[in-house]
């Protein structure tokens, strides 16, 4: 974390946190400066026990040594009214969380043998990652640059018990002009590496 905000030229006591739900810091919210322009991004954390607070404080050390798993731009939001070529919107709920949102949750469009692998470390050009987007708070997410030959989406979401890293996988329905909706049971185990099935849900 701390490398990434340096490449923003911003100091770490003027990041956000975003904790959701309270006392849990899920991401982190700041401006990145490339140059003379600045844009306002969210990153994503990979969550761990001692990113939970009573108080809702976290030290600019503790935040600083996290690992970013994700990201994607504040306002770059557009209308779902319309079909956009390479667009893609929906929701992910946890099932079994009744049905509650998931969360900051990464999503990344995937395909045929040119498969993404969501890096955990912090290494990763800021800006290079394409087809891939942070559901918000309400586990809605958005995709404006999807490829034609994405063909399945890949959901990275960490268990709220265990404290690490699920992967799901499911195709992409047609037509993608439509809100898609789709469920994962979080609290489930791909203890062999292979992920979990992604479930179509009625919008």
């Not at 018990?161 to 898609?180: Q, W, Y």
Request: proline fraction near 7%; charge should be neutral; include cysteine.
């Amino acid at each position: 974390m701390a490398q990434v905000v340096a490449s923003c030229h911003t100091l770490l006591r003027d990041v956000q946190r975003v904790d959701e739900p309270p006392g849990k810091l899920r991401a982190v919210e700041l401006d990145c400066h490339q140059g003379a322009r600045a844009e306002r991004v969210v990153l994503e954390l990979e969550y761990r026990p001692e990113l939970f607070s009573a108080d809702r404080s976290w030290s600019d050390r503790l935040v600083g040594r996290q690992k970013v798993v994700g990201v994607r731009r504040v306002g770059a939001r557009r209308s779902a009214s319309r079909c956009e070529p390479g667009s893609l919107t929906g929701t992910i709920v946890d099932l079994d969380n009744d049905r509650g949102p998931a969360a900051f949750t990464t999503v990344a469009a995937t395909g045929g043998d040119d498969r993404r692998v969501i890096s955990r470390s912090g290494d990763v050009p800021l800006f290079e990652l394409v087809d891939q987007a942070v559901t918000d708070a309400r586990g809605v997410f958005e995709l404006h640059a999807l490829a034609p030959a994405r063909r399945r989406l890949s959901v990275f979401f960490f268990d709220p018990l265990g404290d690490r890293m699920l992967e799901f996988d499911g195709p992409i329905p047609e037509p993608r002009c439509s809100a898609l909706r789709f469920g994962i049971h979080g609290r489930a185990r791909n203890d062999d590496q292979t992920p979990l099935p992604l479930v179509p849900l009625a919008p």
